[in-house]
């Protein structure tokens, strides 16, 4: 009986333990709630958050006496001593004076301020989130120091920083929750089509610049960090629901939905949950240029027409040379195209979702194991070598990961799946070839001129007019946009991914990922120690359509290891000096492997003041496309220089008939990869010798395979307050070498370059093939550039900032005109905004200016100027406690001057928004 007693009052004790409360409130100094505010138990992974209120609810087994610990991004963090059960506090944090004091991860893979920071690094937390004037928090990105966006699409933007941008931007990483979020099939990330939903965004963390050093070989120019929301510190459910207009002069006013929902539950201290969906829906920007992208000043009437977003244009031919007649002009001449709005409906779309599980097993211990999956399928737009029409793309993530505060063990994979998707290039000239064959095309063509020449030309015709009547003739019966005939054809090529005949992509391509780090920080007094390694498996699986995969899979792997050493001097109170060390050592099987070191210095002076100088080298492996597409774009085949796919991509060729007559070449050839890179001219030197006839013109090509690229990278930087004005400035050199790009090369049907007979002859007769080779620069490219930024809080209530940023390339283009290094990026760029959070009671606002100067944009797919522009971003928003909500009105370049980021794409119009955001802290 004693026992049983003895046990009750055991079980009576512990579950006492287990219920001790504390309630209470969080303000700021002028008393107004603080949602979303951390509460955590001092020493322990127990805690929770403030609602919408600022109230709180804890109950803890600990017993009183206890430390609080408070946090919030944006305030002070603060203590509060629980003293007895059942406590009421009301708990008061100041709001930081700068964003200085917020705190990051990324610079060094452990927490710090932004203060502190060894690098430059940028941050966009829940704050700049609800008061973003952009039309989702993505876009908002764009308003940081020293970012660029290229908007691709709707829902497609590619990040960059420190020049060399590209839509396939495999030099810039983005990570989520510490999962690559690159394509497997593509190697680089959709922009935030299958990415985060905003009600779950926690921070955004941006750290420009090489980082190879801790972050391995596609972290070139720069990282993206972007955090989800624990489900055991932010519970319950949050809906977004936004909705507005685009208005573009070419696609018209068209209506926009983005809607998302996060539901999270804390079961008990050790269990957690969540889930998450979110829809979006509208119509994409509509790319309707139709200037030659070869000379402007050529219409569609000219013979060898080739507009920008007209497709089925690329194929042309030398009709003398096709005919072997003398009566017949020496020139190149096109076949007719369609225009871009006749191949896709603009639909843009993003459907994503992702759950996760968190246990946490031993109470006391921030030791947590989780799984979390993601799933996402969208349309949108991709300019890469051709326009491309993604369709149903899906993409799915699957993670485990075991860490707490000292370490971290993930393991996850990534797959995609093309959908639907095609190329919009190759549609417009297969379904040219479904009507009519190249041959037969050109043959009536032929046929048509000659006859008038052979008449006489009794009509008096000019050579334009001859033109127009050779095509007029051999565009009869051309299948029409709109008709039956047209929309079979089409329906028919895009689900063809012989690309012969078809111009469907197929895709199932995966990788798998493995990562750890462990910090020893906890076990050394001398310094903070880290060290960490990943590995990462590539399963290519295109079916020939973008690789070389005819087969079988391409699987290749890569892995890599670091350390950190950390160290802080304190001179005194007011100074102290952080240095930090780390090398980085990573290995691709297909090359040696290459160490990254970085050492950075931060002297800090009476906390108001950081003046940091930093010097690591960087570099990166060829991506899978550089080592492994075998892809006829149109206008030049792309060959990946991978040692086994010279030989593995090859195509037949039909020979002229000058070269089968006069020089006894066989009707049709095999040609392989390998003579891109082995039997080559380049291509300006072919173009040369159209123009000159001399043969002493030409200029053999044969570009080495593609290497690894490396960059040493020097940058100096200062952090500080003066008065009520936060500065930061950063100033930066990029030593690259090896660099990788594309070369443009000729390679003859027969002959050996350089024979000054035979492949002379070859390029005459317009016997060649051009390709666009994988390989490096062989002289250093070097770019630099500065950032400075100042931020201010005006009268206690206005948020004001602006940002400069200046960018350069140091190299010499006419030195090496076959070789595009894509610097893609204004000299100048401007940026400011105002903004209250608290204007009046619940009432906020913001507008954001962006001026960017005009820049060169040079890609595969077409080369162009892109003009200055200037936009203007505003949102006025109301909160409404009562009803835990935030209502906006906002408008995305709200003058509706519409620009392009790219040469190619859409212009991008205005996006005008209604949003109801409900229980987001």
Known sequence: MRAILFLALLLATSFGFSQTTVNGKVVDQNSQPVPGANIVIE????????????NFNLQTSEVPPFQLRITSIGYSETTEEVTSNNQTLTIVIEESQTFLDEVVISASRTPERIFESPVTVERFGLKEIKNTASADFYDGLENLKGVDINTNSLTFKSINTRGFASFGNSRFMQLVDGMDNSTPALNFPLGNLVGMIETDVQSVELLPGASSALYGANAFNGVLFMRSKSPFDHEGISVSMKRGITSQVAAGDNSYTDFGIRAAHKFSDKFAGKVNFGYLKGTDWAATSEIDKFDPTRTRANYNYD??????????TNIRAASGLGIIPDVEVSRTGYNE????????????????????????????????????TGSTMYQGTNRYNIDGFFQEQHKFEVKNDNFFLRGYIVADKAGDSYDMVFAGININQAWKSNEDWFGDYIATYAGIELSGNPSGLSDDQKHAAAR????????????????????????????????????????????GNYNFSHLTDFADIQVGGSYRQYSLNSFGTIYTDYDSTIDYSEFGVYTQIQKTFDFSEEMNLKLTGSVRYD?????????????????????DHNIRASVQTGFRNPTTQDLFIGLNAGRAILVGSAPDNL????????????????????????????????????????????????????????????????????????????????????????????????????????????????????????DYQAYSAYTNSDVNINSYGASLGLTAKVF??????GSYTF???????????????????????????????????????????????????????????????????????????????????????????EYFTAFGTGFIGSQYYVSWTINNL
């Not at 690894?708 to 100033?731: H, L, M």
């Open 341 to 376: 709005s006749d191949l896709t409906n603009n639909n843009a779309e993003s459907i994503k979702a992702d759950w996760g599980l968190y246990y946490r097993p031993i109470e006391d211990s921030n030791l947590e194991l989780s799984y979390v999956g993601k799933v996402g």
């Open 43 to 54: 020493g322990k992974a127990i805690g929770t958050t403030t609602d919408f209120d600022g």
């Open 472 to 515: 007029a003739a051999a565009d009869t019966g051309r299948y029409l946009p709109g008709s039956t005939e047209f929309q079979s054809a089409f329906e028919r090529v895009i689900k063809d991914p012989d690309l012969s005949t078809g111009a469907q992509f197929k895709d199932a391509s995966k990788y798998y990922h493995a990562d």
């Open 647 to 766: 030989d593995r991509y090859s195509t037949d060729f039909d020979v002229s008939v000058v070269g089968q007559e006069n020089l006894q070449q066989p009707a049709m050839i095999t040609q392989t990869g390998r003579a891109a890179y082995e039997n080559s001219y380049k291509a300006s030197s072919v173009e040369m010798l159209g123009e000159t006839g001399n043969p002493a013109d030409l200029i053999v090509a044969n570009p080495d395979v593609v290497k690894p690229e490396k960059v040493t990278s020097f940058e100096i930087g200062y952090r500080g307050k003066i008065e009520k004005f936060v500065i930061d400035f950063s100033a930066y050199y990029n030593q690259y070498k090896d660099f990788i790009s594309q070369e443009v090369v000729v390679a003859p049907y027969y002959g050996t370059v350089g024979d000054g007979a035979l492949s002379v002859a070859a390029v005459a007769n317009g």
């Open 796 to 801: 206690d209530i206005f948020d004001l900032s």
């Open 587 to 607: 290995k691709s099987e297909f090359f040696d492997g290459f160490f990254s070191p970085r050492f950075s210095a931060g002297l800090t002076l009476n906390r």
């Open 307 to 316: 507009g920008i977003n007209v497709y089925g244009d690329e194929v042309s």
């Open 807 to 897: 960018t350069k390339q140091d190299f010499d283009q006419a030195a090496n005109p076959d070789f595009m290094s894509s610097f893609n990026t204004p000299e100048h760029k401007f940026k400011a905004s105002i903004g209250s959070t608290d204007l009046v009671e619940n009432f906020g606002f913001n507008v954001a200016y962006r001026f960017s100067d005009d820049y060169l944009w040079e890609a595969t797919f077409g080369t162009g100027v892109v003009p200055e522009f200037h936009t203007i971003d505003a949102q006025i928003n109301y909160t409404v406690p009562s009803i835990k909500s935030v209502f906006k009105v906002g408008a995305s370049n709200l003058l509706g001057d």
